[in-house]
DNA sequence: ACGATAACCGCATTCAGTGCCATTTCGCCA
DNA sequence: TGGCGAAATGGCACTGAATGCGGTTATCGT
């Protein structure tokens, strides 16, 4: 029952498999319809489950936590920075190759979009617990990429300045998100948003994109 | 009850302030005793309030949970960064004086001196709970600090970019912290950590402070 | 000394999360 | 196709965090 044991083979899509991911969907589906109706703290994991008519005990073998509800595929979106982390170009630079992983990550992004996504924006905001939770994912996930960057460019960067390099970028870009989406103001215009990003991420991060181009 | 509603004279020290700050730090006490000879999950705030003579209901008048134990005077440590900021030297840019800011909180850091710190040390990369609620703090910290360093350069940097800058530094060196500290060796000897630290922050900020001397 | 205020703390309650275990469902192979 | 082993289900009981309520006690300012 434990995680998605039944992934053995790569190719094999058992009945069981399937049953697994349409009652998942379900969960996160009756839980965006509570949590959009009745606030985040307000939904108990019971009434999600019994939402999706499953046993409350059986929310577990799902999902670890409530919180985990609202990043149902982080994992998806880490694989994506990796893969295109792994397929650099030939005169691409670390701090280049991170700046096309990260921006892949934040383009593709349905933010906005999907339900989940625009309820995981509020509650981000709004309940620690979901705070803290999203920001441990943004941990692991720096430090993976940042492996995974010092594993593409062996001879020209060891792990610690990876994950230091990845943890610089993405501080960077969180920590402008967090004062520009605390205005609600700006949260209807997206182009806004972006653009005002890419402005403090430039002055964030000028000085490494310089020194990974060589001096001058 | 609710936080230190009895500071409301800043010159005022009453037998009740001093009383309460007196309970306080034998919670934080009980809670190192126990937490070093039980663990962390292993303690509950039962027997955490019971070992400080103090009502279970009681506890939550001081901490607002059991993690907050862990981080007893995180406040202090930001107003340390702030006050360097305020501080700053005529000639310096922005990104000195935060360097220096950040500098100092990490020096005069007791880490590994006092048992709290050793034990937050272990228990952020053991107990998710604690990484979180770490991670939090760090987040809000990261703002306020910005917001400071803003404040202090009002015309050369806008919030937005202020926070993005501090939140590139704190990403790099926290970043190359979690690589640096998950070798169990390392922890065993405090001035290897320092060490470390330095040597991971002169490498995660390097381009920064090349940059910041001017093009060479 | 006294009235207001804040601290203390027991009690009951809610909810997250876990361990245990009986039952059902499904995958696979003989 | 029948049946065996593994996995999923979900009921029950339990622990522990956290909150609300309310009565009692200690402290403060006057």
Redesign the interface.
Known sequence: MLVCAGCRYAGRVSLRDRKRARTRQALVDAATELFERNGYDETTIADIAAAAEIGTRTFFGYFASKEELLFPESDVRVQAALDAIASRGPDEGPAEVLLRALRKVGDDSDEMVSRVAALRLRFVRTV??V???A??IQ?EA??EI?RQLAAAFPDEID???A??????????????L???LDDPERLRDPAGVRE?VN???D??????L??SRG??
Chains 1, 2 share one sequence.
């Not at 002055?203 to 490494?208: D, G, I, K």
Request: hydrophobic share 50%; net charge positive.
């Open positions: 620690p617990a705070r803290g939770r920001l441990q941990f720096q430090r940042g792990e610690v300045s994950v230091a390099l990845t943890g610089a970028f993405i501080g960077a870009v969180s920590g402008a967090q004062v520009l005002a402005r403090a991420t002055v964030a991060l000028t000085p490494w310089r020194a001096p001058e």
